[in-house]
């Protein structure tokens, strides 16, 4: 992030905000793992919680006391989550 220009940021930022990828979160055949920081302003956890609502056997995690994204502010927690779900994954 720290890397890319500022142009190409803000345009991520927008193609992710106006992504609408809702119709298809049914159909994932995937393990997935929504995590969500207590503290994020951009993306908060109630907003998180309402994605993995729409994913068969999804794990969703909250980690209190984090902000945005979860993964740069806590990224040591995040990486033992996801090796942990891979692991029980076999």
């Known amino acids: 992030l720290a890397r890319a220009p500022q142009a190409v940021y803000r345009a991520?930022?927008?193609?992710?905000?106006d992504?609408?990828?809702s119709a298809a979160l049914p159909h994932l055949?995937?393990?997935v793992m929504c995590i969500a920081g207590s503290d994020d302003l951009?993306?908060?956890?109630?907003i998180v919680a309402d994605l993995a609502r729409g994913i068969r056997g999804v794990a969703?995690?909250?980690l209190?006391?984090?902000?945005?994204?979860p993964c740069l502010e806590w990224p040591d927690r995040v990486a033992e989550l996801?090796?942990?779900?891979h692991g029980r994954l076999g």
């Open 12 to 17: 991520a930022c927008v193609a992710i905000r």
């Open 64 to 69: 209190e006391g984090v902000g945005h994204p």
């Open 19 to 21: 992504a609408d990828l």
């Open 82 to 85: 996801v090796s942990d779900m």
């Open 29 to 31: 055949c995937c393990p």
């Open 42 to 46: 951009a993306t908060p956890p109630e």
């Open 60 to 62: 969703l995690v909250t």
